[in-house]
């Protein structure tokens, strides 16, 4: 992903089913290479797909074949203020990707937030789809019914109405 967001990147889960919900964990391979969750994020996502929501079934299916790997967890625990400041995935994301020197992504304004206050690179799922169209690996088009599903079917807010918005500066 270039010097802006050094791999490894780390998916948390709200970045996750995104993308499972329009049948897009490929993209995330393909514009990530070797993205990781976390055992936390794993389980969190093997929940969701267990109380119904089978969406997250190729989620599910890219931990086992290997697409997304999962990392080992994080050297010790994640320090009190971090754990008091976000839920256990996000936490155990952000940890991972200070480890390693990566990126987390993530939607979730917290865990953003304290990245930015560590210095670990964060992007996130709107973010995702700007590389996916400036590599060429979608469309606007394809990148505004994406969002447009997260907005209409899974409640997601964003703070952009099209990936326009970002691309020509606008937003």
Same mark, same amino acid.
């Given at each position: 992903?270039?010097?802006?967001?050094?791999?490894? +990147?780390?998916? /948390? #889960? =709200? +970045?996750?089913? *995104?993308? %499972?919900? =329009?049948?897009?964990? $490929?993209?995330?391979? %393909?514009?990530? $290479?070797?993205?990781?969750?976390?055992?936390? +994020?794993?389980? &969190?996502?093997e929940r969701?797909? *267990?109380?119904?929501?089978? !969406?997250?079934?190729? %989620?599910?299916?890219?931990?086992?074949?290997?697409?997304? @790997?999962? #990392? /080992?967890?994080?050297?010790?625990?994640?320090?009190?203020?971090?754990? *008091?400041?976000?839920? #256990?995935?996000?936490?155990e994301t952000?940890?991972? %990707?200070?480890?390693?020197? @990566?990126?987390?992504? =993530?939607?979730?304004?917290?865990?953003?937030?304290? #990245? &930015?206050?560590?210095?670990?690179?964060?992007?996130?799922?709107?973010?995702?789809?700007?590389?996916?169209?400036?590599?060429?690996?979608?469309?606007?088009?394809?990148?505004?019914?994406?969002?447009? =599903?997260?907005?209409?079917?899974?409640?997601? !807010?964003?703070?952009?109405?099209?990936?326009? /918005? +970002?691309?020509?500066?606008?937003?």
């Open positions: 992903m270039g010097d802006r967001y050094p791999p490894p +990147v780390l998916l /948390d #889960a =709200t +970045v996750v089913s *995104n993308f %499972a919900s =329009t049948d897009a964990i $490929g993209f995330l391979v %393909a514009v990530l $290479g070797s993205p990781l969750v976390t055992p936390a +994020v794993r389980e &969190e996502i969701g797909q *267990n109380l119904g929501h089978e !969406y997250l079934a190729s %989620a599910v299916e890219a931990f086992d074949d290997e697409g997304i @790997g999962v #990392a /080992d967890p994080p050297d010790g625990s994640v320090e009190r203020g971090v754990r *008091n400041r976000l839920d #256990a995935g996000e936490a952000l940890r991972a %990707a200070a480890e390693r020197g @990566g990126t987390i992504a =993530t939607d979730d304004l917290a865990a953003r937030r304290l #990245a &930015e206050e560590l210095s670990i690179p964060v992007v996130g799922s709107i973010g995702l789809l700007v590389v996916g169209v400036d590599r060429g690996e979608i469309t606007r088009e394809t990148a505004d019914a994406w969002l447009e =599903t997260w907005r209409e079917e899974r409640g997601y !807010y964003a703070p952009v109405e099209r990936i326009g /918005d +970002v691309l020509d500066g606008d937003g």
